[in-house]
């Protein structure tokens, strides 16, 4: 058998040594292969006798200087059934050599699921298996050796779109598909000063009074806002208020959270809550929260971000969200605002509107 490798560049090598060993057999005593003579297309040779066949082998060769210093073995070249891309040519029982199969030429298993095949440098290496995936988070997808083919297998209770996620419960509202998981906003139900809202499932919102006795008039600081914008969108309404609190009170949003509340004439629509503990604290100067995800945003009642700035008792607030519950005024023409810090308020009950139904400003 001849094996054929490529000559280094390096002047310092005066020969070469071929090794050989059959599967799962260390490389034993080297061929010394000295420096033989360049083939036409520049490859150098070595006859390697002794091999059994159809027996599968590997062979290898490494350079060495005049002082016997040996490279690191080279990379191993397979022969036999078990390397499609190495081809034995022979031209008598004592006259063969090994020759590598073209970069491309197909070598595949037959198999589906590891993709097409090819050889390359003398090795058969598999293509990228076949892309399974059907864009729906609804299915597990897989890819099945024995129908050769790929397979798409549902997911019990995944959502395909907002359609499927629509209920009889009136307390939840704008339910939505995101990722193959319903989710839906709190049904938000309108209090006033002396009567707390519930919501029942079936018959929807109500009123309890609150006992006689029971003040209704919180004392807040002044909430100063400078726009409080809301726009009409196909999944509720986007909202973006920038204000300033002018306080007194040592306030943490860390701790106490942070609540945001509009009001109309007939009484409070909206409420959204930023839980304490997912607000991120900048040296007690700048506390700020923003949602990952639709999930984050429906936790926290549609509020999507919140920037709280603290200069010296003097607080400027920027927020954005989105919320269904806000349509219902979007044409009112005075609005309340009241921003919470656990029992600590801030408040501005006279906030003048103007708009439509598409777009609202107020001051």
């Known amino acids: 058998m001849r094996v054929r490798w490529s000559p280094t560049p390096d002047p310092r ?22 420096m033989p003579a360049a083939a036409p297309d520049g490859t150098l040779g070595y006859s390697v006798s002794g091999l059994t066949s159809g027996q599968t082998y590997f062979f290898a060769v490494t350079a060495y200087t005049a002082t016997y210093l040996e490279s690191g073995i080279s990379g191993e070249m397979q022969l036999g059934p078990g390397n499609p891309c190495a081809i034995d040519h022979c031209w008598s029982p004592l006259a063969c050599e090994i020759r590598v199969a073209a970069d491309g030429s197909s070598c595949d298993d037959g198999l589906f699921c590891d993709g097409i095949a090819v050889c390359q440098g003398g090795v058969c290496q598999n293509g990228p298996p076949p892309d399974c995936s059907d864009g729906s988070a609804c299915t597990t997808d897989r890819c099945d050796e024995t129908l050769a083919r790929c397979v798409h297998d549902s997911i019990p209770g995944c959502c395909r779109s907002d359609a499927d996620c629509l209920d009889t419960d009136v307390c939840t509202s704008a339910e939505r598909c995101v990722s193959g998981t319903c989710v839906s906003f709190a049904a938000f139900c309108p209090t006033s000063p002396c009567a707390a809202a519930f919501c029942d499932p079936r018959s929807g919102c109500g009123q309890m009074p609150v006992p006689d006795g029971v003040s209704c008039a919180p004392t807040c600081d002044p909430l100063t806002p400078r726009r409080f914008v809301l726009r009409y969108d196909p999944a509720g309404v986007s909202y973006s208020l920038r204000a300033t609190v002018q306080t007194s009170a040592l306030i943490d949003p860390t701790v106490s959270g942070v609540a945001l509340e509009v009001a109309a004439p007939t009484g409070v629509v909206y409420r959204a809550t930023v839980p304490g503990a997912v607000i991120g604290n900048q ?12 999930t984050d945003v429906l936790a926290t009642d549609g509020l999507a971000s919140l920037v709280l700035k603290n200069r010296r008792g003097k607080w400027s607030l920027k927020v954005r969200g989105i919320t269904p519950d806000l349509a219902s005024v979007m044409s009112e023409s005075q609005l309340a605002l009241t921003l919470w810090f656990d029992t600590t308020c801030a408040q501005d009950t006279s906030l003048l509107c103007e708009g439509d139904s598409d777009r609202a400003s107020c001051r």
């Not at 090598?13 to 000295?34: F, L, N, Q």
């Not at 040296?283 to 639709?294: E, I, K, V």
């Open 283 to 294: 040296r007690g100067r700048q506390f700020t929260y923003r949602a990952r995800s639709d």
């Open 13 to 34: 090598v005066t020969g070469y040594h071929v090794y050989v060993r059959s599967g799962g057999v260390p490389y034993g005593a080297p061929y010394e292969a000295g």
